[in-house]
C-alpha cells in the first residue's frame, strides 16, 4: 500500500484550489499517492523520480504533471530543488477547458516534459505570485490564484517539449539544446565536440554550465539516462539482456552488466527478476 497524501494536510482551507508545496531541498520520499493533482518543477540538481513504476532521472527543467491517481517517489537525490504546484479541478471557478492547458492522462502521453531556460525564468516569476496568493481564501485572492496557474499552464505549454520527443523542442538557448541532443542519445554515441561544433558552441563553457545546473557531467547524465531506460526495459519486456544492453548504448552486454551491477547493487537478471510477479500478476488482472 502506498502513502495517500490528503487534501486537509496541504490544502489550508477547503474552499483553495491551489497551494505551492516549495521543497529546496527534495528529500527521498517513499511511493506515494494523492487525493489532489499537482505540477512538478524542477530547478536544480538531480536525483531519481519513479512514477507509476518507471525511472526517469531528473534535473533542471523537467517538468512532471502528477495525477490524483499516480503513484511515484523521490529516491538517490543530490541537491534536488523543485516546486509542487498543487491542484483541485473541482474547486476551479473560472469556466475554462483545462483539458486543453493540462496533458491528459493517456498511456502514449510523455510521463516527463522538459521546461527551456525562457519558460523556467517565466514560470519563476508566476510561481511566487501564485505561492503568496494561494495562501489568502478571500475570493478575490482566489480568483487570482486560480487566473496566475492559467498562466503558468500557458507558460508550460508554450516553452516546454516532450523530454522522450526532443525534436519538438521550441527555440531555445543552449543547454535546451543539448539536453535534447541527449535525450535522443540514448541508443547512440555521443560526441559533445561534435555537437558544439555543429551548434557554434563553446565546450569548456558548456561543460561549466552543465555542471553548475544539473549537478552532473554530461557524460555522468547521458549514462544514467541510459540506465534508467535500461531498467524500465527490465521490467517492462522479456527481450536478451545483450538486446536491453543495445538499446541503451552498449555495445558489450557484459559491461553493461558491470555498470548496471555497479549502479544498482543487482545484476540485470536480478533486477528483472524482483518484478516478475507483478508482471505476472498484471497480466492475469488483464486476461480476466
Not at 527543467?61 to 537525490?77: L, Q, T
Not at 486560480?146 to 543552449?174: S, T
Not at 521490467?235 to 559491461?255: H, K, M, P, W
Request: net charge negative; aromatic share 10%; charged share 25%.
Amino acid at each position: 500500500m502506498s502513502l495517500i497524501l490528503t487534501r486537509e494536510d496541504y490544502f489550508p482551507a477547503t474552499n483553495l484550489p491551489i497551494a505551492v508545496a516549495e521543497r529546496m531541498p527534495q528529500p527521498s520520499f517513499p511511493p506515494h499517492r494523492h487525493e489532489f493533482s499537482e505540477i512538478v518543477i524542477v530547478w536544480r540538481g538531480n536525483g531519481l523520480h519513479v512514477l507509476n513504476d518507471r525511472p526517469w532521472l531528473v534535473t533542471c527543467g523537467d517538468v512532471f504533471y502528477i495525477h490524483d491517481n499516480d503513484c511515484h517517489s523521490y529516491d538517490s537525490v543530490n541537491d534536488l530543488a523543485l516546486d509542487n504546484i498543487l491542484y483541485c479541478r473541482d474547486r476551479f471557478r473560472l469556466g475554462l477547458d483545462w483539458s486543453q492547458l493540462l496533458p491528459p492522462q493517456e498511456e502514449d502521453s510523455p510521463g516527463c516534459w522538459r521546461l527551456t531556460t525562457r519558460g523556467m525564468a517565466l514560470a519563476r516569476g508566476v510561481i511566487s505570485q501564485l505561492e503568496r496568493e494561494s495562501r489568502k481564501s478571500d475570493s478575490l485572492s482566489i480568483q487570482l490564484s486560480e487566473a496566475l496557474f492559467l498562466q503558468l499552464a500557458l507558460i508550460l505549454r508554450r516553452h516546454g517539449y516532450a523530454a522522450d520527443r526532443p525534436w519538438a523542442l521550441p527555440e531555445g538557448e543552449q543547454l535546451d539544446l543539448l539536453m535534447s541532443a541527449l535525450q535522443g542519445a540514448i541508443s547512440r554515441p555521443f560526441d559533445l565536440a561534435v555537437f558544439c561544433q555543429q551548434n557554434q558552441l563553446s565546450e569548456r563553457a558548456l561543460k561549466q554550465l552543465f555542471r553548475q545546473q544539473t549537478g552532473m557531467t554530461v557524460g555522468h547524465y547521458l549514462r544514467q539516462l541510459q540506465l534508467c531506460q535500461a531498467k524500465y526495459l527490465l521490467r517492462t519486456q522479456d527481450c536478451l539482456i545483450s538486446e536491453v544492453a543495445a538499446r541503451c548504448g552498449f555495445d558489450d552486454s557484459n559491461y553493461f552488466s558491470v555498470v548496471f551491477t555497479r549502479e544498482t547493487g543487482l545484476t540485470p537478471s536480478a533486477w528483472r527478476q524482483r518484478f516478475l510477479p507483478q508482471r505476472e500478476f498484471s497480466a492475469e488482472k488483464v486476461k480476466a
